[in-house]
């Protein structure tokens, strides 16, 4: 499993909420910032996104927007229109003029992650991801955004389930869409993988958490001199080989302690540890806490 499917599978993210957002007329709302992953499919018609300290921005049909957390932002018919404060809702939402078909209608909503491991993903990313249409139509992001619609527009047996799911993988195609590389990327894995020679060193990490790699190593998979690599590693991963294959190690881990199905003996073997008290230092040492304690409340500990 190649390095990002394999966080994505630790992460396991599902559309935690996903509801039709209509609007009619003349309008404006106003959210406040919530530490939560969000998405806006524009299903017809058009409205301007801003955020503070940004110009605006045109959503229309076919544009897909993800907020890795999402931060304060107007969203409205003109893009400088009056707001009106709103809270978030899971209810199907109606802005402007009640009556009448709407001329505006997207799909929002909201992703939710692992609580242990969600910052693994959070630090990857840009602070938006926004994939007009005109960019993603031609391609499989393209295609999937209109099965999503026509689902949406539907009333088939299923449809919300085919819904959540459509949404899931359209979550994982928007992370490797290949126009994420023009904006501001944040050092992390998705950077690294789009460095060739890096990304082959990732794969055998991943392929081999198990393994006492050496920075030495793991120049050589690169084709690279130790400092050269060192250097590079480091410009976009944020942080040295060793400490990212440490890191990764924990994720494993503390994924394994929350579902409470394995020994501390067996986590330790997986991750290339020698024995469990040997993890449990090195455990310690990172978290603050002994994995048994993370274990019983993984969810106060994240």
Request: charge should be neutral; glycine fraction near 10%; hydrophobic fraction near 45%.
């Amino acid at each position: 499993m190649d390095p990002l499917s394999e966080i994505i599978a630790l992460l396991r993210p599902r559309a935690a909420v996903s509801k039709p957002i209509s609007a009619r007329g003349q309008w404006g709302v106003r959210y406040a910032a919530h530490d939560a992953p969000g998405f806006t499919l524009v299903l017809a018609g058009e409205a301007w996104v801003r955020f503070e300290g940004s110009e605006p921005i045109r959503l229309a049909r076919g544009d897909f927007l993800l907020l890795p957390t999402t931060p304060a932002f107007t969203l409205g018919s003109a893009p400088d229109i009056a707001c009106v404060p709103v809270e978030p809702s899971a209810e199907p939402v109606r802005h402007g003029e009640q009556e009448g078909e709407p001329d505006f209608v997207s799909l929002g909503g909201s992703f939710a992650f692992e609580r242990v491991n969600a910052p693994l993903l959070l630090a990857l990313l840009p602070g938006r991801i926004h994939i007009p249409a005109t960019e993603g139509r031609a391609t499989r992001f393209g295609r999937l955004i209109e099965l999503l619609a026509e689902e949406c527009g539907g009333d088939q047996p299923g449809k919300e389930l085919i819904v959540q799911r459509m949404l899931e993988v359209l979550l994982v195609e928007a992370l490797r869409w290949r126009g994420i590389g023009s904006q501001a990327m944040p050092a992390g894995l998705l950077n690294g993988m789009r460095d060739p020679a890096l990304a082959r060193v990732l794969q055998t990490i991943h392929a081999d958490v198990r393994a006492g790699w050496t920075v030495a190593e793991l120049a050589g998979i690169a084709g690279m001199s130790r400092s050269a690599f060192s250097a590079r590693f480091g410009e976009r991963l944020g942080c040295a080989p060793i400490e990212y294959l440490a890191r990764w190690r924990m994720a494993i881990a503390k994924d394994a302690l929350s579902r409470g199905v394995k020994s501390l003996d067996r986590i330790a073997d997986e991750i290339g540890y020698e024995s469990a008290s040997a993890f449990s230092t090195a455990f310690r040492k990172r978290l603050g806490c002994s994995p048994g304690r993370f274990a019983r409340a993984p969810a106060a500990l994240v």
